[in-house]
Each structure stands twice: as C-alpha cells, then as structure tokens.
C-alpha cells in the first residue's frame, strides 16, 4: 500500500499570491484550483492552500464552504496530489448547495486538467 503523502498547509498570503502569479488555474462550478509546479528546492509533500472570499457571503457560510472542501481535499490530494506541487482552492458559493460528490469530482476533474497542462508546458 502507497504511504500517504504528508500535505503542508499554505498559510500566509506570499505564499498564496506565488501561487497565484506563476500557476494555472482551472475554474469549476464548487470551486476554483490554482496549480504551481515545484521548485527545485522544495521539501517533500504536498502543499494546499483554501481560501473563502467574502463574496461567498457571511462568516458563517465561510466556513461551511471551507468545512466541505477540507474534506474533500483530505480525500482528493492524497490519491492525485503530486509531490513538491503547490496547490490553491478557492471556494465559490455553488459549494454550499452542491453535493458532496460533485464536489470531489469538480476537485478530481481539475486536478487532471492542470496536471495535463503543466506537463504540456515543461
């Protein structure tokens, strides 16, 4: 059995705009996922990142959209996240409402699709 990488969390907001600047992104209808290959000096695991923006609403609908994606990261990166990979999700409004394993396919669907560019690119 593949030992589970360990995922780092992206906390300050250098750290998230490094994403932003050099990445790709794919939106989705729960969510958006911003991608950054690694660089050469990166310490292993996988690095994410989620942020709720006040768009989404009140405090309280926040933190339910951002309840739902950690779960779904914490069953998505493990499985397709790769190694040294930095990654940002964004969470939209749509994820309140959106079940939950249409929410893990949105995930899964875009993390393909970045892959697949970012491999195009190198």
Do not use: W
Not at 40 to 56: Q, S
Not at 85 to 102: D, Q, T
Request: with cysteine; net charge positive.
């Amino acid at each position: 059995m593949r030992k589970k990488p360990d995922i780092y969390t992206l906390k300050t907001r250098r750290q998230f705009l490094s994403v932003a600047a050099a990445g790709v992104k794919k939106p989705m209808p729960g969510l958006v996922v911003q991608i950054k290959a690694p660089a050469e000096d990166a310490e292993k695991g996988i690095y994410a990142g989620l942020t709720v923006t006040k768009r989404c609403g009140g405090a309280v609908e926040r933190n339910r959209i951002k309840r739902r994606l950690r779960k779904v990261i914490g069953e998505v990166f493990p499985e397709l996240g790769r190694d040294r990979f930095h990654y940002v999700v964004i969470g939209r409004k749509a994820a309140l409402k959106r079940p939950y394993e249409l929410l893990v396919q949105d995930l899964k669907s875009a993390l393909e699709v970045l892959h697949k560019r970012l491999e195009k690119k190198v």
